[in-house]
């Protein structure tokens, strides 16, 4: 039950040094296309969430943050 923002922070706390990370997740939001859908929880089976194209685009942004 995480945010696109927090799943992005998480990633980007556990995988990089931890320079800067704000910046670093937000610029992903801003390439991939996220910005609007950032405070949008990515869903489950019992909560609507995140469209299936956003989860693509949120599962790129967490593999491009390892």
């Not at 945010?3 to 390439?31: I, P, Q, W």
């Amino acid at each position: 039950m995480l945010t696109a923002r927090e799943h992005l922070s998480f990633a980007v706390s556990m995988y990089r040094d931890g320079d800067d990370d704000s910046g670093v997740v937000d610029g992903l939001l801003a390439d991939l296309g996220l910005e609007s859908c950032a405070e949008v929880i990515a869903g489950c089976p019992l909560a609507r969430g995140l469209s299936s194209g956003q989860l693509r685009r949120l599962s790129l942004a967490l593999a491009l943050a390892k």
